[in-house]
Every structure is written in structure tokens, then in C-alpha cells.
């Protein structure tokens, strides 16, 4: 089994599973330049997502981690086409209302939804994510979903858990202490680390200790500096011994 991911900017990719199926996650595609009002505090898109249509065509299911306003906006719910298959947070509802989807899943934490695409077998469970090292902080910034996908092909599977936006925590984790991971996608950024009940995303210490745990077979560090509220560098990332993916073309993983 061969899987490859188009990592189009931020928490948004592609994974592509022996060119037979697509799964996407979190589509926010405005441009470089835009600016966001995220209560607390603003923020900027510094760097464009990369993609031409031709990366979300025939997406067979939509992973929406959560609500946020860099993870989900309208040009990227334009993406999305009727007949694939949506599983989403509850908080990241609202937005696809407008949108005609023939299967919209609303998951929680814990959730597994289980679908046959062809020959393969593609079971998503609902992982725990803490936005925030408080449950105060957490509270106050709302519900996320983390995904561990398993896909089988025969007697072939193949494994991959997205963090979303998550610091490390045992609970997060906990799900997963006997589950073999074949790919982590991690969200980095150290958001807002000054703030009391920061930071709300992982920093490269905690995406270390991750691995340490959970023993990847490959790590794709996403989610870092593409706005000015992430905080974690490509620099920071390649000094700490993991490899930097580049951004908006195909690569194999497995």
C-alpha cells in the first residue's frame, strides 16, 4: 500500500492512498494576506496555500478537525464536492450548513465511523485533541478532534493519527497506547505560549515527547508558519531531528 500526502498550507492536506482514494483534511484555502480576529487576538496568512483543483478532485471523505477560522473557511467548503463523505466536529457545523453533502458525520471524542471504498476498508476514530494546557483555556476555545485512520487492503493495513490542534497530554494519547501508528501528522505552531493556559497548540519539545511515546514510523510536522500567531519554525523543526515536508506537491510517505 502506497500513501502519498499534498500538504496545501497550515492544517490543510491530502493524503492519497495507491492513487484508488483521496482523504482530506481541514480546507481553508484564503490567501496570503488575509487577516483573522480570533477574540483574543489578530492574525495574519503569511504564506499562500499551493494547490490546483486538481488535488481535491474526487476526495472520498473530509476530516474537519474544528470550527477555527484556519482550519475550515468558505473557499475551502467550495472544495468540497456532494458526494464525498464529511466527518466533522460539532463546533465546525455552522459553516457547512450552506453546503449540500449527500453524508455529513458529526463525531465526539471516541467516535469510530467504518465505510468500504472498493476494495478497502477505512475505519476514523474520533481522538481526543486539547486546545490549550488548561481546561479553563480549553473550555474557552472549544471542542477539537484529533483522527486515527486505519485502512485496510486485504491483509495489508496501514495506519495514520492527525493530531489536530493538541498539546501533549496523557489523556490525548491514552487511545493510542496500543495502537501501532504508521504516520503522524502533527499540528505544531506553540500558539500563544505566553498566555496563561498556553501554549494552545504543540511545540517541537512536545511533538518529541509524542514520538518518544507512540513510536511513528514517519512524522509530517504541519500547522508551523503560516500565519504569525504559529510560532514554530522550519528551523526549529529540522534542529530537533525531524524532517520538513515540502509544501504543495506529492510525496510518498509509505
Same mark, same amino acid.
Given at each position: 500500500?502506497?500513501?502519498?500526502?499534498? @500538504?496545501?498550507?497550515?492544517?490543510?492536506?491530502?493524503?492519497?492512498?495507491?492513487?484508488?482514494?483521496?482523504?482530506?483534511?481541514? $480546507? &481553508?484555502?484564503?490567501?496570503?494576506?488575509?487577516?483573522? =480576529? &480570533?477574540?483574543? &487576538? #489578530?492574525?495574519?496568512?503569511? #504564506?499562500?496555500?499551493?494547490?490546483?483543483?486538481? !488535488?481535491?478532485?474526487?476526495?472520498?471523505?473530509?476530516?474537519?478537525?474544528?470550527? @477555527?477560522?484556519?482550519?475550515?473557511?468558505?473557499?475551502? !467548503?467550495?472544495?468540497? %464536492?456532494?458526494?464525498?463523505?464529511?466527518?466533522?466536529?460539532? =463546533?465546525?457545523?455552522?459553516?457547512?450548513?450552506?453546503?449540500?453533502?449527500?453524508?455529513?458525520?458529526?463525531?465526539?471524542?471516541?467516535?469510530?465511523?467504518?465505510?468500504?471504498?472498493? %476494495?478497502?476498508? !477505512?475505519?476514523?476514530? /474520533?481522538?481526543?485533541?486539547?486546545?490549550? =494546557?488548561?481546561?479553563?483555556?480549553?473550555?474557552? /476555545?472549544?471542542? /477539537?478532534?484529533?483522527? +486515527?485512520?486505519?485502512?485496510?487492503?486485504? =491483509?495489508?493495513?496501514?495506519?495514520?493519527?492527525?493530531?489536530?490542534?493538541?498539546? +501533549?497530554?496523557?489523556?490525548?494519547?491514552? $487511545?493510542?497506547?496500543?495502537?501501532?501508528?504508521?504516520?503522524?501528522?502533527?499540528?505544531?505552531?506553540?500558539?500563544?505560549?505566553?498566555?496563561?493556559?498556553?501554549?494552545?497548540?504543540?511545540?517541537?519539545?512536545?511533538?518529541? %515527547?509524542?514520538?518518544?511515546?507512540?513510536?511513528?514510523?514517519?512524522?509530517?510536522?504541519?500547522?508551523?508558519?503560516? &500565519?504569525?500567531?504559529?510560532?514554530?519554525?522550519?528551523?526549529?523543526?529540522?534542529?530537533?531531528?525531524?524532517?520538513?515536508?515540502? %509544501?504543495?506537491?506529492?510525496?510518498?510517505?509509505?
Amino acid at each position: 500500500m502506497n500513501i502519498k500526502i499534498f @500538504h496545501v498550507g497550515g492544517a490543510c492536506f491530502v493524503l492519497d492512498v495507491d492513487e484508488k482514494i483521496k482523504i482530506a483534511c481541514d $480546507p &481553508f484555502l484564503k490567501p496570503e494576506g488575509t487577516e483573522y =480576529n &480570533f477574540k483574543s &487576538f #489578530k492574525s495574519k496568512r503569511v #504564506k499562500p496555500p499551493i494547490y490546483d483543483d486538481s !488535488v481535491f478532485t474526487d476526495i472520498k471523505v473530509w476530516m474537519i478537525t474544528h470550527g @477555527h477560522a484556519d482550519h475550515i473557511d468558505e473557499v475551502g !467548503v467550495s472544495k468540497i %464536492q456532494e458526494d464525498s463523505v464529511v466527518i466533522a466536529c460539532k =463546533n465546525a457545523v455552522d459553516i457547512l450548513s450552506g453546503k449540500r453533502l449527500s453524508s455529513l458525520w458529526v463525531l465526539d471524542w471516541n467516535d469510530t465511523r467504518e465505510m468500504n471504498i472498493g %476494495q478497502y476498508k !477505512v475505519s476514523i476514530r /474520533v481522538i481526543p485533541a486539547f486546545h490549550g =494546557n488548561s481546561l479553563i483555556t480549553r473550555t474557552l /476555545v472549544g471542542k /477539537v478532534n484529533g483522527y +486515527y485512520i486505519t485502512i485496510s487492503y486485504g =491483509n495489508e493495513k496501514k495506519t495514520i493519527y492527525v493530531t489536530s490542534d493538541t498539546v +501533549y497530554h496523557g489523556k490525548v494519547l491514552k $487511545p493510542l497506547e496500543k495502537e501501532k501508528i504508521d504516520i503522524l501528522i502533527a499540528n505544531l505552531g506553540e500558539v500563544r505560549k505566553d498566555m496563561n493556559g498556553g501554549p494552545l497548540t504543540m511545540s517541537v519539545p512536545m511533538l518529541k %515527547q509524542m514520538v518518544n511515546k507512540i513510536s511513528p514510523r514517519v512524522v509530517v510536522p504541519i500547522h508551523y508558519d503560516d &500565519f504569525t500567531h504559529y510560532e514554530t519554525s522550519k528551523d526549529e523543526i529540522e534542529s530537533q531531528g525531524l524532517k520538513v515536508f515540502n %509544501q504543495g506537491e506529492w510525496i510518498s510517505l509509505l
